[in-house]
């Protein structure tokens, strides 16, 4: 008996779940048995928040996708947030129990005096309201237009991830700026679609007369 149509969306749900978490696990087995550099705890920071980071991209890519290609992955995205907000949590812990011991008074003089720690912090903050309110349960509590605009905290976040992402090596590396350029072009997007949107309506207007 094949599963129905809702029944395979959500196998496809979980599924993005246990592969997204995978390169956590990989990072952690590198990590712990020695294989990802001379300085593990680092490296397993870097490639957690990296991972993150990536999730958000991905994440904030649906909407061109569905725009452009017609290619409509809605239903994918909140599983792709929470990952990434999987991979945010793991990338702060591993911050505060490896790297600081679970020394909560360095943790704070971190977070006050290092800006690019800072900003980091800011960007969690921003994502925690968005994992806490990512159930259907929210959306009919807060109402949609509400919880729409709620979430619409994943721009700035992102935005400060792409920063603490850049800054955190203290020193000037393509692979971060890159990443800082593709999440600019899609927050440019979100701003510069509504405008070619109404260019592309009146175009159709133009041509249906």
């Known amino acids: 008996m094949q599963p129905s149509r809702a ?7 979980w599924l993005v779940y246990i592969v997204g978490m995978l390169p956590a696990v990989w990072l952690f087995y590198l990590a712990f048995s020695g294989r990802i550099g001379a300085d593990p705890v680092a490296q397993l920071e870097w490639g957690l928040g990296l991972w993150a980071l990536r999730f958000l991209i ?4 649906i909407t061109p996708l569905r725009q452009l290609l017609r290619v409509n992955l809605l239903r994918y995205r909140r599983a792709l947030g929470l990952v990434a907000f999987y991979y945010v949590l793991l990338h702060l812990s591993v911050w505060l129990w490896l790297d600081r011991g679970l020394d909560l008074h360095a943790a704070v003089q971190d ?3 290092r800006p690019y720690i800072t900003i980091g912090m800011a ?6 309201p968005l994992a806490l309110t990512s159930t259907n349960w929210s959306i009919r509590k807060l109402g949609g237009k509400a919880w729409s605009k709620l979430h ?9 991830g792409a920063l603490h992402f850049i800054m955190i090596k203290k020193v000037w590396l393509i692979e971060p700026l890159v990443y800082a350029g593709i999440v600019l072009v899609l927050l440019a997007w979100r701003l510069l679609w509504p405008l070619i949107g109404k260019r592309r309506a009146s175009a159709r207007r133009v041509a249906s007369t």
Do not use: D, N, T
């Not at 029944?7 to 749900?13: E, S």
């Not at 960007?123 to 925690?128: E, R, S």
């Not at 619409?152 to 400060?160: D, F, G, S, T």
């Open 111 to 113: 977070i006050l005096r």
């Open 123 to 128: 960007a969690f903050a921003l994502l925690v």
């Open 152 to 160: 619409k905290l994943v721009y700035p976040a992102i935005a400060l």
């Open 58 to 61: 991905a994440c904030l890519c």
């Open 7 to 13: 029944g395979l969306q959500a196998m496809l749900k």
